[in-house]
């Protein structure tokens, strides 16, 4: 099938998969960064248990296989009794893995601060959580714009995880192999969706470029 | 015999780093508005001994107390009596994502529950005693390095502290900055602020000492008015040490 014949006929699912593949990324991503200052806060608070669980956590979820984690939450977890519906085990899927490698980026962002701020803090009698909530996230997190960009197009080309479920409404890859199993759309309907996908990359990266440098700091 | 009780007390502390015995039974008392100079040769350990008194620095054993209360190793104590103790560092520390008025302000707003308001119109008036108040809305990487500190300084202050630490506050600074902080730290000492100096900057500690601690290896080996001990060292340390300073 040509483009064209494609696109006539599948548009509207085409773009309905775009904003699900969008919507899937938003969600992720926002939830992912929470979690992500959140256990972060964890592997550098005062407390050594809290640490020590802060980092399994990243070391679990940063490795293990996005389809899965996938699997297990969808095949294993009903026989815990838990059951989860196809979009909340590939919302939980492509958040907890994106969240370890967030974590990982605040880590590297919270070593660009001076050892000397810290001391400054501690010796204007700030507590632990006022040092985390004013000098130390606010840096880390406009120190890594960039890399938290990256993670934002990482975490949108995991949720295609969505296509290995029978989620509805389809994502982007998860359309291409539905066009691929009714009609023979072959590479061309890949190609459409990797157009998208890149379109989006794109208007990420933009995006992202255009935000560090207004809160990049002077050093 | 001073029965008032000191701001700043340390009753023999001790502390090591690994194998080597940096603090050696260290006492000392600094009253209100007492100005005290550590001198001492690099390694002596005065730098060490002016962190441990707000606790940026672990001690082994001994006390310190802050206006006689004892200060705690850790938590919500420790905190508000650090609060009480402004420090200057050598490398001035002011928090590089905010402005020079953020960075005056946030400590008195969020420890010392100040609103705002006031806290800025303080940060105002402060940045303006230390002659950097055109630089308010600065960040610090925009500003020299005597104008940092001066703002280090005014941070320090707008704490309302009860006593200052400064450890080599003018270490890092070009020769023609210097002047401007001791300046700054000159007029704080008069105005009757209680302060414990480390630094390298002898005419100034002549100046401005009420009382000079000498430190070598890990103990204090003099102490005396600044005259004293600059004209009439009791030590062979201290005079080898004076030697070496003013022999260039």
């Not at chain 1, 969008?22 to 608070?45: D, E, M, N, Q």
């Not at chain 1, 199993?181 to 990266?205: K, R």
């Not at chain 2, 390298?200 to 001990?229: L, T, Y």
Request: net charge neutral; glycine share 6%; proline share 4%.
């Amino acid at each position: 099938m040509s483009v064209s014949n494609l696109l006539s006929q599948y548009g509207d699912r085409y773009i309905q998969a775009l904003l699900t593949t969008w919507k899937l990324t938003a969600f992720s991503f926002a939830a992912a960064f929470a979690l992500g200052v959140l256990i972060t806060i964890l592997r550098v608070c005062p407390i050594k248990p809290l640490r020590i669980a802060g980092d399994f956590y990243v070391q679990v979820f940063r490795n293990i296989p996005g389809a899965a984690l996938l699997i297990l939450l969808v095949y294993a977890l009903p026989y815990l009794k838990i059951i989860f519906s196809y979009e909340v085990c590939v919302l939980i899927a492509t958040t907890l893995i994106p969240s370890a490698f967030c974590s990982e980026h605040l880590m590297s962002g919270m070593n660009t601060i001076a050892p000397g701020q810290i001391e400054a803090a501690r010796a204007l009698g700030l507590t632990f959580f006022q040092m985390i909530r004013r000098i130390v996230i606010p840096q880390a997190l406009r120190s890594t714009v960039l890399p938290m960009t990256n993670l934002l197009v990482a975490t949108m080309l995991t949720t295609s995880l969505a296509s290995q479920v029978p989620m509805r409404p389809m994502d982007l890859t998860g359309l291409v192999s539905y066009i691929n199993t009714h009609a023979t759309g072959g590479v061309t309907a890949f190609a459409i969706s990797a157009a998208l996908y890149c379109a989006t990359a794109l208007l990420i990266g933009f995006t992202g470029s255009l935000i560090d440098r207004k809160v990049r700091i002077l050093r | 015999m001073n029965m008032e009780t000191p701001v700043i007390e340390l009753r023999h502390v001790d502390k090591h780093f690994g194998l080597l015995h940096v603090l050696k039974d260290i006492s000392l008392k600094v009253y209100r508005g007492e100005v005290v100079v550590i001198l001492g040769p690099s390694g002596s350990g005065k730098s060490t001994l002016c962190r441990t008194v707000n606790r940026l620095e672990t001690i082994d054993s001994g006390e310190i107390l802050i206006d006689g209360e004892p200060m705690p190793a850790e938590g919500r104590k420790l905190a508000s009596l650090r609060a009480k103790i402004g420090m200057v560092f050598q490398s001035f520390n002011l928090f590089a994502h905010m402005t020079i008025l953020d960075n005056l302000t946030l400590a008195p707003v969020d420890v010392l529950r100040i609103g705002k308001k006031e806290a800025r119109m303080e940060a105002m008036r402060l940045l303006e005693r230390v002659g950097v108040a055109d630089q308010a809305r600065k960040v610090p990487a925009q500003l020299s390095g005597g104008q940092q500190q001066r703002a280090a300084i005014a941070r320090a202050l707008a704490m309302r502290p009860e006593a200052i630490l400064f450890d080599e506050p003018t270490s890092a600074l070009d020769p023609e900055m210097i002047s401007e902080v001791l300046n700054v730290m000159t007029s704080l000492a008069s105005d009757g602020m209680t302060m414990l100096i480390v630094t390298h900057e002898m005419n100034f500690a002549r100046k401005v000492a009420d009382r000079v601690i000498f430190m070598d290896d890990g103990m204090i080996v003099e102490e005396s008015d600044p005259e004293a001990f600059f004209l009439h060292p009791q030590s062979e340390r201290a005079r080898d040490f004076l030697n070496a300073v003013h022999s260039h």
